[in-house]
């Protein structure tokens, strides 16, 4: 098995300027706000803090008591709460353990409009001094003379679910871990990131609140900046690790994770929703969410068609799934695009992709598409059967058993029912819809908490696409790397994905410089072969960029052209390199 190739779990970019406007610590940053409040007319301040859900309130609020503020107004007590809040939201949630509805609801629908007004009649009867109004949606009671935004990466809201942590404005610590993220994700989130969107072009000061007790702030012109320069050049984003039922042990080796782990199954490092970014002002280092670049600079980071299909949603996601020495991954198949849009609002649906880094000696392969001649009768029955505990599901007996080898591409459109076995090490290129699986078999497991994971047969047999046998597999999803261009020292490969996928891909095997063109489209890559790369720009337009084995990189669509350097102390690299197709 590899060893540690000197991969960097905490990628950081360095901001020119704005040195002094970025303050650590709850002291240094109560000195910054009052300060900032100085300035101001005198009279009566209003200091807004909106925080995104899962910010620690209480422990803001009582480490800003140097600012003696006159009056504190809680946003959320505005706002429904309990019981009443779960009525309400309900109809977005549903009853499925794992999927609900991406609510069109803003945040306002859940606010008391009574409640709201009473609160800014305060604000308006109060007298000198700072008025101090926190909470998530804050903003919605007043616009504040001194915008400050608590913000927080989806990671660490996660662990903090997992240590008991409550939804926005509800008391349910004891919820399953798996209900919490559900309702983060299809309602909470996108009530906060409208706001957050709202905001962004106008706060003062920005505030990195993960580290409890040992907050991080910037200025509002800082924080643009940073993200301006960002868009200009490649980075990297902070990635997380997380074990499973299935892990493995390849990414403790190659990214030199903890050993004592039993196992590591996911690394998150290029879905820009969940991962953050780290920005160095002076000796200041501050995690935001990646998220905020792309709200911030769409066009500059995604290009401009891209943007114009996509929004503000980053469109393309890598992970690496790690089954060495492990388990296979759960059976699953993703829905069609309809599917997704009638039964879950979502615009667009998780096609994806296998890219094989690496296998070990137990026969490595991936399960795709059903065996010619399956009955579909006979396959739904077994899965039925195998999910009441009456027979395991015979997977050999319908499904393609595909052995694989390492840089073999697997290309998975939605509607093809599929999974990687163990022993492989499999870099997942996909549609960023990452939550929306269909498990049809999990080989009889229980989860991490002893509880059997969800299995979704009524969804996943409703996008089955039966006609996806051996054959169509063979033709359609198998080797389909196609030479684009070859030259001594340098091979260009497109190596999908599926005409029904919007992701192209191109891996370039060089010894020498490669030339490359973004075409306006934001391109993500991984090192998967080769101890380390340069990026460069021909002309200089930013500084020479260093990515390591294994390491998921950003070249925003605004670079236009930009150069992979090979190592020259190493034999040939490998890069694969996802963009939107034109």
Known sequence: MLTARNYDKSPTTRIKGFEDSAWQGYHAICEALILRAKSLPAGKKILVIECYPGTDKAEV?????????????????????????????????????VFGIMTTKTLQDYYRAQASEAARKKIEQAEDGIILVIGTGASLIHSGDLLVYCDLTRWEIQLRYRAGMSNWNTANPGAPTLSKYKRGFFIEWRLADKIKKSLLDRIDFIMDTNKKGNPVMISGEAFREGLRQLSAQPFRLQPYFDPGVWGGQWMKNVCGLDEESENFAWSFDGVPEENSINLQFGDVVIALPAINLVFCRPRELLGDRVHARF???????????????????????????????????????????????????????????????????????????????????????????????????????????????????????????????????????????????????EHGTANIQWDRD?????????????????????LAERTGLHRREFIDTVRYTFSKPVICETNDSVHML?????????????????????????????????????????????????VIQASVRG
């Open 311 to 457: 929004g503000t949603e980053f469109p393309i996601r890598f992970d690496l799934l790690d089954t060495m020495g492990g388990q296979n991954l759960s059976l699953q198949v993703h829905p069609l695009t309809e599917y997704i849009q009638e039964k879950f609002n979502m615009r667009y649906t998780q096609d994806e992709s296998y890219y094989i880094l690496d296998v070990g000696e137990d026969n490595p392969c991936v399960y795709l598409g059903l065996k010619s001649g399956a009955a579909r009768a006979e396959v739904i029955r077994d899965l039925h059967r195998a999910e009441s505990g009456e027979a395991p599901f015979p997977a050999c007996r319908h499904l393609n058993r595909i052995p694989v080898k390492k840089h073999d591409h697997i290309l998975i459109p939605a509607g093809t029912v599929h999974c990687s076995g163990r022993d492989t090490m499999v870099l997942e290129i996909s549609a960023t819809p990452y939550i929306f699986t269909f498990k049809l078999w999990d080989w009889g497991r229980v989860g991490l908490d002893g509880l059997p994971r969800p299995i979704h047969i």
């Open 61 to 97: 609020l009582a480490s800003l008591s140097a600012l003696a503020p006159a009056l504190i107004l809680d946003s959320d007590l505005c706002a429904y709460s309990g019981g009443e809040l779960d009525r309400m939201m309900q109809p977005d949630l549903t009853d499925d353990r």
């Open 470 to 490: 051996t054959e169509w597999v063979t033709e359609n999803l198998i080797g389909q790397a196609k030479p684009l261009h070859k030259e001594d020292g340098i």
């Open 526 to 574: 991984n090192l998967v072969e080769g101890h380390k790369i340069t990026v460069s720009s021909p002309d200089s337009a930013f500084e020479p960029f260093m990515v390591h084995y294994a390491e998921t990189f950003i070249v925003p669509a605004q670079l236009g052209t930009y150069c992979l350097e090979p190592d020259t102390d190493g034999g040939p690299c490998m």
